[in-house]
């Protein structure tokens, strides 16, 4: 098993360099196999997500070469093959190839996806969107078949703006004949980073980034050079980092905008962020003011920051408030932040911080991805030693994270036991 023992109390300053974004990338590499040519993405991020996608190109005789930041990906010799519950159940995103074989085949059988514990995460979006285009869904227990003999475009209005379903209904309408309209579809920078590699390739998408997505299918999609936009949920996460416990903290290579429902938050507390064209200075101040949150679609504020968003407010004078709304299960993180010292509790979908607590190193646990990024920024500034467990969870998702926060100063290692 592998941890991560942090000692807190380190002043962090230099320059934190931004990867390739995690949720676009993860839908960029199953996207990639609709073209009939050879694709290059670059900006592709370090995680063991981008490898396990990696490994089901691979068992579906899909051509990948890894080079440093990049991935090129050959589909000519795709065998069109069940992809398995082990490696369907490896993480979230495997539920692209989904909508991309659909797609490219129309037909795909695999399994419910993986990813974190953070709710039901149910996928009916996903199947009601191929449904409309024309495709069967036949479950046998966690096992979906989904085949059509011919995609048409289709009206379909989505009950959640969900990130997923608007980019797996994308994926399986660009070669659907006639329009597909996507109504409250998802506004995700992600989104829009993926509508653009597949009009590179040759689709004929308008609209990402808003709430209604126009496709015109097309018959083929030729080979294109694209790049992952940077993360901004790892560009927020060290921004909080910073918050913390920096000094000048450059968080570099970024997009602004794509945080400023953080930035925001941060300058009304009273933070020092000094915010550039493509990057953004951070230092610790000694008091912020308190203030409440509340997760949202984009542009509101994102749920995958909320949990290391956290950790900051214990800093605050007074109440502070959570209120989660995207998933039913998103504070596993607060019964260890509590542990550490900090004074939460939870009612309902609101977890309530008083503050300022001051935190101290313990062994505590990584219960999901942002909740152990929760867990480095909470050890981060605790007094003494904090060991995390279940760091794998954090490797998802975070590139280089040790080195990252070693090159800036902190004492973190990354240890076998
Ligand atoms: C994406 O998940 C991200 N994952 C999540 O990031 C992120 O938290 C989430 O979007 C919201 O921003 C990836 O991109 C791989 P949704 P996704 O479909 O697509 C409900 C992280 O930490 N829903 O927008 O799975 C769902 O239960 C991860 O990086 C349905 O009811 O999220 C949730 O309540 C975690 N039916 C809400 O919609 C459906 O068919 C939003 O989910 C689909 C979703």
Redesign the pocket.
Known sequence: MKILEIVGGSTLSGTIRIGGA??SC??LIPAAILSDEEVTICNVPEISDTDNLCEILNYLNVENKRASESIVINPKNLENKEISEEFSKK???SYYFMGALLGKYKKAVMYFPG??S???????????GFEALGATVSVEGNKYIIEAERLKGSHIYL???????T?NIMLAAVKAEGKTVIENA?K?P?IVNIATFLNNMGARITGAGTSTIKITGVQRLKGCFHEVIPDR?EAGTYLIIGALCGENLKIDNIIPEHIESLTSKMLEMGANLEIGTDYIIVSKKDKYRNTSIKTA??PGF???LQQPFTVLLTKCPGKSKVTET???NRFMHIPYLVQMGADITIKNQTATVLGPTKLTGTEVVAT???AGAAMVAAALSAEGKTMITNVEHILR?YENIVQKLTDVGAKIESREI
């Open positions: 995690k949720n993860v839908a993480l979230r995103a990813g974190c953070i709710g039901t995460r149910p996928i009916d979006q996903h199947l009601k009950d959640i703006a969900s990130v997923g379903a980019i998802a995700e992600e949920i679609v984009y994102p749920t995958d995207i998933w039913e999901d991805l942002r998702g």
